[in-house]
């Protein structure tokens, strides 16, 4: 049984580029949620979704961050005309409907770079 | 709101020797609470939880109660070993029904030989 499977690991982009990051939940999961790791921070939660839902996007910066939950593939966290202060590790977790409780699992992140 | 206050790093300390790293927080209702690991360059992992009042969480040799009372979740290790060398975060999960994490800062731990 895969893990949460993030990628790409490493992702460099220049300033006012487009950054796609791809997240596969473990199988039989139906939550995902994206949190940002700041350097020297603690992870922020940025967005929860369901296939083809957003149920709570109380973290996203109200501009350039979009993000889905396909029927079909993985979720897509998207950030439009990166700045340097997008510099950070994203990371993804999922975890199995009705898990209250229970905890959710986390993929090994992505690393943004803006140059 | 709910929030999770550790301590600050880092913490230095000497193979064998005992590790305490502090967790309060602040919640409304009676969430769970979560010790993650991250290693250097990897994701984070679950260490342990624990879902109610004064449950026990424990793995590897590291234990945490939860403390409704003081509201806390210390971690403990009786004997640390240099490949506990990582960063920890305290966290707690929302009341409302999903898995929105609240984390801490983290705090590092360095272990020498």
């Known amino acids: 049984n895969a893990g949460v499977m993030q990628n790409p690991r490493h992702l460099v982009r220049r300033r006012g580029q487009e950054a796609r990051l791809r997240c596969s939940p473990m199988?039989?999961?139906?939550?995902v949620y994206w949190y940002r790791q700041l350097p020297e921070e603690g992870l922020k939660f940025m967005v929860y979704l369901q296939k083809e839902n957003i149920i709570d996007e109380s973290g996203m910066p109200k501009e350039r961050f979009s993000a889905e939950f396909p029927k079909e593939g993985p979720s897509i966290l998207r950030i439009q005309q990166v700045v340097r202060g997008d510099s950070a590790a994203y990371f993804c977790a999922s975890s199995p409907p009705n898990s209250l409780g229970t905890e959710a699992f986390f993929g090994q992140g992505t690393r943004l770079t803006v140059v | 709101g709910n929030s999770v206050t550790q301590m600050e790093g880092p913490v230095t300390l000497s193979e064998e020797a005992f590790l305490t790293i502090n967790c309060t927080y602040t919640?409304?209702?009676?969430?769970?609470l979560f010790w993650y690991v991250q290693y250097p360059g990897e994701g984070l992992q679950l260490l342990l939880k624990?879902?109610?009042?004064?449950d026990k969480g424990s793995n590897k040799g590291f234990e945490a109660t939860y403390r409704k009372e003081t509201t806390s979740f210390h971690l403990e290790k009786g004997s640390v070993q240099v490949s506990d060398s990582a960063v920890y975060f305290c966290a707690l999960s929302d009341t409302t029904g999903f898995q929105k994490l609240v984390f801490g800062t983290g705090t590092r731990l360095l272990v020498s030989p």
């Open positions: 624990a879902t109610k009042a004064d």
């Open positions: 199988k039989g999961h139906s939550h």
């Open positions: 919640a409304t209702g009676y969430p769970s």
